[in-house]
Each structure stands twice: as C-alpha cells, then as structure tokens.
C-alpha cells in the first residue's frame, strides 16, 4: 500500500515562507512524477507543481518565481518551498504521484492545510 504523508504546513503572515514535505512510503518518486495541488471549499483541485523523475519542473502562472518544487530520492520525499507566501495561497496542499506527462495522478496524500492571513 502507497502512503503519501504530507507536513509542514501551518499558519503565516502574507510574505513568509512555509517548506511543505512529502514522505512517500516507498521508491515511488522515482517511478513517477510528484507534485503538489490545493483546494479552496468550493472549488476544483489545482495544480500548483510538479517534477518528474528526471528532475524537470513545472508551476501554475499564479505561484512562478515564489514556489519551487524538488525532490530528493535517496529519503523518498518531494518538497515545496513556498516564499513570499499571499492571502490567496491559503488552501490545504495535496502532495500527488502521477506518470509523468499525465494529469490524473494515481496516488495522493492526505491534506496538509496552509493558512496566509494578517
């Protein structure tokens, strides 16, 4: 069985920084593409990064030059460091596993929820 857990997450003031970690219970970062999404209530899952095996990155519009996704194999964990965090990044983070270049991840983690307010 595939365990994602995520950490790291918490409450800040708009513009700090948070670095979210994603522990997989297996080699599975280095099989498949980790990323990460958020939901608001009431609204769709979005795609906030990913990696592939390769090391290849990708970002939503909204988070490019503030967020930065990597990875280390070697400790089977993806992480997201979130800088100049903004009132509107507040969401819970979904850490995901996925075949790269597909968008339909196979595996997820539980939640780890983020929180930007004054």
């Known amino acids: 069985q595939v365990q994602l857990v995520e950490s790291g997450g918490g409450l800040v003031q708009p513009g700090e920084s948070l670095r979210l970690s994603c522990v997989s219970s297996g080699s599975i970062f280095g099989i498949y593409a980790g990323g990460w999404y958020r939901q608001v209530p009431g609204k769709q899952r979005e795609l906030v990064a990913t990696?592939?095996?390769?090391?290849?990155?990708n970002y939503a519009d909204s988070v490019k030059g503030r967020f930065t996704i990597s990875g280390d194999n070697a400790k089977n964990t993806v992480y997201l460091q979130m800088n100049t965090l903004k009132p509107e990044d507040t969401a819970v983070y979904y850490c995901s596993a996925a075949w790269t270049g597909s968008s339909y991840p196979i595996y997820w983690g539980q939640g780890t929820q983020v929180t930007v307010s004054s």
């Open positions: 990696i592939t095996v390769g090391g290849s990155t």
